[in-house]
């Protein structure tokens, strides 16, 4: 077994490192700043060893990968088992436009589809509205109907590939939709992976693309989980997001704490409403 060194022994050794290596860097190459910090303003040290946290306990801090609390990663191999899913953010103009973009993307590689949907979708109104005038088909696909799915998808292979779908207020009609498109190609539920983002509380902090008041929204929420739980056991429910709150302006300890307090709040308001979080807690995912 390789020896263990105690704390005292790693301060002198690194004593020594200060002296006897940095120093005569610095002196050749002095470092660009007296100073280095992250990007909110908290200053990173040259080195961290055992020293930095001498009372820390492995087990109940790290543990072992695949396992509570999850600080080594969330599956026991990571990336030596399977990569992670690579895909274009995709989606502009019509449904039609749109399923080129996507046959074409698949054909050239890509393992999984990332759907963007234009405004009007994301706030629930049809292309003919008035209310969305200007925007149709601009930040991505115009779909008002279950044709518009339909076309979106057509030709398309629903059961081998994963689709992630960028939409909040409306995700529960937009993964309603999909469902409908996948049955009518003979595809069951249960066969589906994806994401539906479906995070509407980073929509009242940050994009500001909700529709109705927060406990309506939250009843939503809770009622894909349900669904999903019992008849969609390979999908993503719901993608807890951090991203738009930084791009909103926040730091980066902002971001997380606010993304971790929505989670919270979205299992909070599940174990109200009976569900176990033991089912439905591995179909959440974090987005930053």
């Known amino acids: ?35 280095c910090t992250t990007a909110s303003h908290l200053t990173l040290k040259r080195l961290y060893t055992p020293l930095d946290s001498p009372d820390a306990d492995y087990l109940e801090q790290n543990n072992f990968p695949g396992q509570f609390p999850f600080t080594r990663g969330v599956h026991p191999t990571m990336y030596r088992g399977r990569l992670w899913t690579m895909r274009q953010y995709a989606g502009f103009g019509t449904a039609e436009v749109s399923n080129q973009r996507y046959k074409f993307l698949l054909e050239h590689g890509q393992k999984g ?3 963007a949907f234009d405004l009007p979708t994301q706030m629930g109104y049809d292309s003919d509205h008035p209310m ?3 925007e149709v088909g601009k930040v991505g696909v115009a779909i008002a109907s279950l044709q518009d799915m339909e076309t979106l998808f057509q030709g398309l292979p629903l059961e081998q590939v994963s689709t992630s779908m960028t939409i909040n207020a409306t995700a529960a009609t937009l993964l309603a939709l999909y469902i409908a498109v996948a049955k009518k190609q003979g595809i069951a539920p249960a066969q589906l992976t994806g994401t539906i983002q479906n995070d509407i509380l980073k929509e009242y ?9 927060p406990k309506p929204s939250m009843r939503l929420i809770t009622d894909v989980f349900a669904y999903a739980a019992r008849e969609m056991p390979r999908w993503n429910t719901i993608s807890i997001s951090g991203y738009h709150i930084r791009e909103a302006g926040s730091t980066a300890v ?10 919270i709040a979205y299992v909070e ?20």
């Not at 902002?254 to 989670?263: I, K, N, R, Y």
């Open 132 to 134: 969305a005038a200007g």
């Open 269 to 288: 308001a599940a174990l109200e409403v009976g569900l176990d979080v033991n089912e439905f807690g591995t179909q959440l995912s974090f987005f930053f």
């Open 1 to 35: 077994m390789a020896p263990h060194h105690n704390n005292e022994e790693i301060a002198a050794q690194q004593q020594r490192w200060q002296t006897e290596v940095v120093e005569p860097v610095l002196a050749r190459t002095p470092e660009r700043q007296a100073d």
């Open 205 to 213: 902090i940050a994009r500001g693309t909700y529709i109705y008041p």
């Open 254 to 263: 902002q971001e997380v704490a606010f993304t971790l307090a929505d989670g």
């Open 113 to 115: 589809l990332s759907v």
